[in-house]
Each structure stands twice: as structure tokens, then as C-alpha cells.
């Protein structure tokens, strides 16, 4: 799939459908509601839901490496499967699951490029039927938090000026005039932005189709705000699943190194007593680096 | 706003996303396609009735 950095990790629909019936593939649809799935998945797919299985139930957190080998292993899935996620709103939230099993150390974790609008799209075949698969043998590495990205991780960014952050949030939610996607439940006390944030929403890196746009175009996107892979950045959104699906893009098709995700994001950011917050506008590129020279 | 549905088995799919950001909004499933898209845009309505907006100056650093 043109010169992605790391193309391995991307599946078309093609893929999908001649796997559909191999036992080391193992199809998982993760979407904003769950009613999506039980109205018509692509056949052998199983379901997670990212508020009760793929979220700490006590505390925010991500959820526990007990709880998430125990996940992995009743959905029949071995630490040789072969895990294909994909979902509603452009695989938001199976991007998010796809960097949880990063950080749990799954081998071979893959995205359906363009999700299930796509499938949906293309007139495949769908189903109601839930397929139940027997129970694997699963271990969790430690966790592996090097891609992720912690509230004092942030602080040290905003005041240290070596770290780019993104919001990827639409622009509305980046100036403030908004507090959430529209309809959406989790919002904050307050609008805006993390201070020196730029905004680069995160459907720009996606096709009309729902699949990721070329290389060449995905840097331009990016540059045009100043990042450009040579120095460390900081994604984040709402609550973590589309700065998630940013934090892919960058790392696993941009190939850049340094790539965190702050899941804190503006839930955390905008409800913190104390937290410096800008409103409006960023400030172009341009000026930003007259300043700094 | 952009509406499509979809026939699984003996029902209809409909879903309502925003064209901007390819988020699905709402989405009904129903008898008749007209009926889960009218269901779809009633879901999405009331959604977005609920989006909070706060008022103020959106010039740079406003």
C-alpha cells in the first residue's frame, strides 16, 4: 500500500474477505457504540466494546494486563494470532485498540484500511450471526508505555518548547467553541486548546472512502504545521481514540520515531485546575518560527 | 450531513455521518429503507441538539 513505513500493518478489504475463514486471523470490530456491530459485521468478526473491555472499570486507565490477557483470551486469540481490528468513524476506536495491544506487546496487529464504512461501502457480505471461538492461551507483556504520553509528559512539553503537540480534534473543539463532537457525552469545564498545540484534525489523513491518504500527501498535511518527524510529538484529542488513530499514521505509515499518545487528552487537560488553556486560532507556523530564531 | 443505508438480511441499515469529519452521528435500522433513514435523521437531530457551544472571540489567541 503505496510506501507506507510500515505497510505490514494495514489489510484491504480484498485481504479480509480471502481470510475470512483462516484460524490464524481473527477479525475484532471496535466502535463507538456497540449497536453497530450487532446490526451487521463482516462474517467471524467478534466485537469489543472500548468502555467495558478495553477500559479500566474502576479508574481511568487503560485496562490491566490481567484483565487484557484474559480479554485476548476468550476471544480465542494466541499471542501468534494474527488480530485485524476495524470499526465505525474511520476505525477510531480500532486504532485505540490497536495501540492497546501495543502496549501489551501483540505481535501482529493489523487496521482494515477504510474500516467498516468501507466493507459497508463495497456491498460485502454481512452478518448478525456472533461466532464464539474456543479459549486461547494468552500472555500480556509488562505494559510498554513508551507510546503513551502522561499528564506531566504534557507539562514539561508546553513549557519546555521541545516536544510539537497535536490536537486533532475538529476545529471547533480546538478554538473552543465547542466542547465535544457533536452529541458526543465526554466533555470538559472549559474550551480550547493546550497552549503551542497545533491543529491538524485527524480526518485529514483519511480518503473520503475511509482509507489513509498516500505517503506523499500525509507529509504534506503534516508539515504544513511543522511536523515533520524531527522532533517528538505529543497526539491528542477528547478522550485518546482519535489522537490514537493520528499516533498510527505518524509512527506506522510516516515511519516517524518518536510518536506518543496523550489518552488523558482534553478530558483531562480541560477539567485540570490550574492547566493553562489557549482559545481561538493557533498561531501560523510561520510566526512561530520567527519567534524561535 | 450524509445519509446511506444499507440491506442486511431482511432489515435496513441507515447511518447519518458528518461529511466533515466521517463520523457517524446516528444510525437506525428498520423494516423499509425509508423508515431507518427517517429514524437515522431524527437520532441525529436530537445528537446534535445536545452539542455544547460556548461564545467568544475566535481570533488568534481570543
Known amino acids: ?293 | 450531513m450524509h445519509l446511506s443505508s444499507y440491506r442486511i438480511g431482511g432489515q435496513y441499515l441507515a447511518e447519518v455521518e458528518v461529511e466533515s469529519s466521517g463520523v457517524t452521528i446516528a444510525r437506525a435500522t428498520d423494516q423499509t429503507r425509508i423508515t431507518s433513514e427517517e429514524r437515522a435523521i431524527e437520532a441525529a437531530v436530537r445528537r446534535l441538539s445536545r452539542t455544547r457551544r460556548l461564545d467568544f472571540d475566535l481570533t488568534v489567541g481570543g
Not at chain 1, 124 to 146: G, I, M, W
Not at chain 1, 220 to 243: L, P
Not at chain 1, 266 to 287: D, M, Y
Open chain 1, 1 to 293: 500500500m503505496t510506501n507506507y513505513a510500515y505497510p505490514e500493518v494495514l489489510v484491504s478489504s480484498d485481504w479480509v474477505l480471502a481470510h475470512l475463514k483462516d484460524p490464524t486471523v481473527r477479525l475484532v470490530e471496535v466502535d463507538v457504540e456497540n449497536n453497530a456491530y450487532e446490526q451487521g459485521h463482516i462474517p467471524g468478526a467478534i466485537a469489543w466494546s472500548w468502555q467495558r473491555q478495553l477500559s479500566d472499570q474502576v479508574r481511568r486507565d487503560v485496562i490491566p494486563r490481567e484483565e487484557f490477557q484474559e480479554l485476548l483470551g476468550s476471544s480465542g486469540i494466541s499471542n501468534e494470532t494474527t488480530v485485524v481490528l476495524y470499526g465505525d468513524n474511520n476505525n477510531w476506536f480500532a486504532a485505540w485498540a490497536f495501540w492497546q495491544l501495543k502496549i501489551y506487546g501483540h505481535a501482529d496487529v493489523r487496521l482494515l484500511n477504510g474500516g467498516r464504512k468501507k466493507w459497508l461501502q463495497e456491498g460485502r457480505e454481512l452478518t448478525t450471526d456472533v461466532p464464539a471461538y474456543p479459549v486461547a492461551r494468552y500472555f500480556a507483556q509488562k505494559p510498554d508505555f513508551s507510546i503513551r504520553a502522561f499528564l506531566p509528559d504534557v507539562q514539561r512539553a508546553v513549557h519546555g518548547g521541545e516536544v510539537d503537540l497535536v490536537d486533532v480534534r475538529s476545529p471547533q473543539e480546538f478554538t473552543g467553541e465547542i466542547l465535544a463532537p457533536p452529541g458526543l457525552p465526554e466533555t470538559a469545564q472549559r474550551g480550547g486548546h493546550i497552549p503551542t498545540a497545533r491543529s491538524i484534525p485527524w480526518g485529514k489523513a483519511a480518503n473520503e472512502d475511509g482509507t489513509f491518504k498516500t505517503v506523499e500527501e500525509l507529509k504534506a498535511i503534516y508539515s504544513a504545521e511543522g511536523i515533520d518527524g524531527n522532533r517528538s510529538v505529543i497526539a491528542y484529542c477528547r478522550i485518546g481514540e482519535r489522537s490514537s488513530y493520528t499516533w498510527f499514521v505518524l509512527k506506522y505509515l510516516l515511519g516517524y520515531q518518536n510518536v506518543v499518545n496523550y489518552d488523558g487528552s482534553w478530558t483531562e487537560w480541560g477539567n485540570l485546575v490550574g492547566a493553562p488553556i489557549e482559545r481561538g486560532l493557533a498561531a501560523p507556523v510561520k510566526t512561530l518560527v520567527a519567534h524561535a530564531s
